[in-house]
């Protein structure tokens, strides 16, 4: 479902959205009547406003360099921004990645920086109504969880994105995408194991991870392939039409 436009750039929901909403307000309710719901829904809104502040980092970005962004996804597992072509330069990829993160842990500053100190979250009343200074401080928590989760190079998520451009500095393109999507399908399968021990919400979004990965991998393929044939179709209508190039250049006599 679309939403609204920001910068150009449509921000849509997926219908699974709606989901996330309904448990999370039911579990609100159910801990603390309507005021746990109306709290529990105002996190969830606040979170994922910071979930597209990040990936609005990656859009105006990539933006600079001419990249056009048609439009930001949000999933009950996260945001994702949909680009027209990111650039084949490692260095541009390196910093729109970047770009993300680095939204989260501005956010988390900024936090920091105006909250009182003495507003932490108290443990111990963590399960009923928590005050608006203890929900801003866990916004901060939350942003500088994000940034630091988005960093796990576990391709197609940020991390793994800043393995591939760093491994496309000394590899080609395509086997730097290998390494990097088996990089994290390996961490994919590590953490989806360990999540189903301790946050079993977690192990789908591991799952998803690992899917994604691998159709980004072949769609890196089957471009390089159609690049690859069309190259040799203008090289031999090349061939064809023009006489060979001179062994030497021509030299200009006055
Ligand atoms: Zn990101």
């Known amino acids: ?18 989901l996330l909403l309904a448990v999370n307000a039911f579990d609100g309710w159910a801990d603390a009547g309507w005021p746990g719901l109306w709290w529990s829904s105002g996190l969830l809104f606040a979170f994922f406003t910071c979930v ?3 990936e609005l980092g990656h859009c105006f970005t990539a933006m600079r360099y001419g990249v056009s962004v048609p439009r930001i996804l949000l999933l009950p597992i996260g945001g994702m921004a949909e680009f027209d072509g990111i650039p084949r330069e490692p260095r541009r990829e390196l910093l729109i990645t970047l770009a993300g993160p680095a939204v989260n842990f501005a956010l988390a500053g900024l936090l920091w920086l105006v909250l009182p100190a003495g507003s932490r979250l108290d443990e111990d009343s963590a399960a009923a109504v928590p005050t608006l200074l203890e929900s801003a401080h866990l916004l901060m928590l939350w942003n500088v969880g994000m940034g ?10 940020d991390g793994g994105r800043i393995l591939r451009a760093l491994l496309a500095l000394r590899l080609p393109y395509l086997r ?13 399968v590590i953490g989806a194991v360990l999540a189903a021990y301790y946050q079993s919400f977690l192990v ?6 690992f899917i994604i990965g691998e159709l980004e991998y072949r769609a890196v393929r089957r471009r390089e392939l159609e690049e690859a044939h069309w190259r040799a179709v203008l090289a031999r209508l090349h061939a064809n039409s023009y006489p060979p190039p001179l062994e030497e250049p021509p030299v200009l006599r006055s």
């Open 1 to 18: 479902m679309n939403l609204f436009r920001v910068g150009g750039i449509q921000l849509a929901v997926h219908f699974s959205f709606f």
């Open 52 to 54: 597209v502040l990040h």
């Open 148 to 157: 630091l989760f988005n960093f796990l190079p576990a391709f197609p998520m």
């Open 176 to 188: 730097a995408t290998f390494w990097a999507v088996t990089t994290g399908k390996v961490l994919c």
């Open 204 to 209: 789908a979004l591991f799952i998803f991870i």
